[in-house]
Each structure stands twice: as C-alpha cells, then as structure tokens.
C-alpha cells in the first residue's frame, strides 16, 4: 500500500474511512488522504506548512467525505461562524416568503443561513426571541434576523434586525412596509366603487404594522368623509382560525358590511370561506380586500383583491443589511420601509345595487 506521513506526499490509493455512519470526523479524513491529523487541521484552518500538492489533496478528500467542523468548534476557534440565524415564531406565509428573500440575499456573501422557528405558539409564548438569542448568539450565530418578533428589547451579542416589528421602543434596525398607506389604499379602493359600510378583521395588535393598517382604515375614512361604524371592527391577530371567527361575526350581523378590509390576506382568505360557507357571493354581494399578496392570494376563489408588501424583499433587505452590520460597516439608515401597492384581482365590485 502506498502511503506518507507528515507533510509529505499523498497516496495514490485511494481509501475509505475505517469507521462506520455518522459526522465525518478529521481523523478520517486524514485516513482517507493518507497524512496525518495536523496535516488536515492545518488546511481546515488555513495555515502554513503544507505543501500544494498535499493541501489541494487534502482539501479534495474533505470536499468528497463532507467533512464539515461543528460551529461551536468554529466559533471557538474563530470568535466568528459564519452562520446567520433566522428566528420566525411559525413557518407560516408571510415568513415563509421571508425566508426566500433571505435564501437570495445569502448568496455570495460568504455566510450561511439556518432558519428557527418557535413552532408557532406565540400566545403561550411571548419572548421566544430572547430564549433563542441566548441559545444562539455568539456561539453558533454571527447575527440575527427576528421576522414579527413578540419583544423588541432584547439583549444580545451581535448585530440583530427586526423584520415587522413589535411595538415599543427599540434601538434594533428594522425592514418594514409602508403600512399605513398600504391601508389606505386598500380602504380607498372600496371608497371608490361605493361601499359605504366597509368592516375590518383587524391584525396583532401588538404589532406596529397591524396598527397602521387600522390606522390606515379610519383615515381612508375620514378623508372620504364617512364616519367610522364601530361595530364593523372585529379582532383577527393575523390568524387563520380567528379571522375565520371575526369574519362570522360580521356576516351573521343584520345589516352587514358590504365590504371587509382585512388585515393580512391569512384573514381574508379565511372571510373567502366563511362567506361561501354562508352563501354570500364574492363579489356581487361582499367585496373583500387583504393584505401582503401570499402566493395563494392569486389562487383564491375568486382571486382576492390585495394590497402588496415586498415580503420577499424584506427578507432580502434584512439579509444585506445584517451582514453589512456584521461586517462593521457604518450605515447612514438602518430603518428602511419599504413600498406598497394595490393589487386589483376579482373579489371586489361595486355594492350590489349601486348604479
């Protein structure tokens, strides 16, 4: 059998691992590429002392067995991972076209991406990111990105970006959309066709984006000169199950809305089923408006009526920007809003009856 030792020349023969499944460990690769274990973890590392041949040999076996070090090691050896977190409190719509934006912006940049979710309980769990942070931090994350975080007031270790934030104060830099006039220009679109009693399945009212969406509701209102019908409001949370409830709530009403704005297209979907469950024709006899333009808003029956936030670009504008903030640049704005758009679809029409 041929073979070397140290730093000398690689084996032409080529051998497999002596051990059995599981993580690739350095002392099989250095079976594997014939040299000994220093020789391996001096080109992991990147040091001196190896020769050419030996290091691109060497660096081929690893690439071949898969052979990756734990962050932890890394992070020990490094102070840095390399790794990005991504924090979101459930898989659900709108974080899922965060987390692509985010896949996108990964490219190129040297880091890598590992998304965590909460697994969706956020009622019962209220400061989840803090839990996650102090698991993360320092040890197998360079930095974070919080989507819709429940607490803004976090203490941590490097850079972090909030994407649709918390209320409350905070010094976190932050990517979101212009929510109030995206309300605005959902609300002024049913104004325009005629609706008059116009209700509204509201978001988290926790969150800084659900409350300029209902801002954005009464001042579509007050500029259109149409008072504001209290009772046409019922609470969504941006949930399916419960705007599916404050969407049955205002369509058993005697005199229901004519139209619903709802905050996110998660609750407008759910008022789509509740109003075909209740035989109430969309849109000849209910118009309704959502939020966000999730993929499955175009596929909707009919297709809703939206108003479009760049979610995908949120994510992609988090990514960029955490990284620059990891990378110790210094930059003039670290609050970004992003625009919002009308997406006219099939779910709205003039009230029945209207000339």
Do not use: C
């Not at 819709?148 to 972090?160: C, E």
């Not at 005629?194 to 001042?219: C, F, K, N, W």
């Amino acid at each position: 059998m041929n073979s070397s030792s140290g730093d000398g020349s690689a084996p032409t023969e080529d051998r497999r691992p002596r051990s059995g499944g599981g993580r690739v460990t350095m002392q099989q690769v250095a079976a594997e590429a014939g040299v000994s274990v220093s020789t391996v973890s001096k080109v992991i590392n990147g040091r001196y002392g190896v020769a050419s041949e030996t290091f691109d040999h060497v660096t081929a076996v690893v690439e071949r067995l898969g052979y990756e070090a734990s962050l932890i090691a890394r992070s020990l050896r490094n102070s840095r991972t390399n790794v990005i977190g991504l924090l979101v409190a459930d898989f659900e719509p709108f974080s899922a076209e965060v987390l692509k934006g985010a896949a996108d912006a990964i490219r190129g940049t040297g880091y890598e991406l590992v998304a965590y979710s909460a697994g969706g309980r956020v009622d019962e769990h209220v400061g989840w990111e803090r839990r996650y942070l102090s698991r993360l931090m320092g040890t197998l994350v360079d930095g974070a990105v919080l989507v819709t975080p429940t607490v803004t007031d976090v203490q941590h270790d490097g850079p972090i970006v909030a994407v649709d934030p918390h209320t409350g104060r905070s010094s976190l830099p932050t990517v979101a959309a212009d929510n109030l006039q995206g309300a605005r220009l959902g609300v002024d679109h049913l104004l325009g066709l005629g609706h008059r009693r116009i209700g509204m399945v509201t978001g988290r009212p926790d969150l800084i984006s659900a409350q300029l969406r209902e801002r954005g509701y009464r001042e579509a209102h007050a500029a259109a000169g149409v008072p504001v019908d209290e009772s046409l409001l019922r609470l969504g949370a941006f949930e399916h199950d419960q705007g599916r409830e404050a969407a049955r709530e205002l369509l058993l009403m005697d005199d229901r809305p004519t139209a619903i704005f709802a905050a996110n297209d998660r609750t407008a979907l759910a008022t789509l089923e509740v109003a075909a469950e209740l035989g109430i024709a969309v849109p000849r006899q209910l118009s309704v408006v959502g939020f966000d333009n999730i993929p499955e808003s175009a596929l909707a029956d009919p297709p809703l009526t939206t108003v479009q936030q760049p979610i995908r670009q949120m994510g992609y504008d988090a990514i960029r920007l955490l990284v620059a903030l990891i990378d110790g640049e210094t930059l003039a704005d670290t609050r970004l809003t992003l625009e919002t758009t009308l997406v006219a679809r099939q779910s709205t029409a003039q009230p029945e009856g209207a000339a």
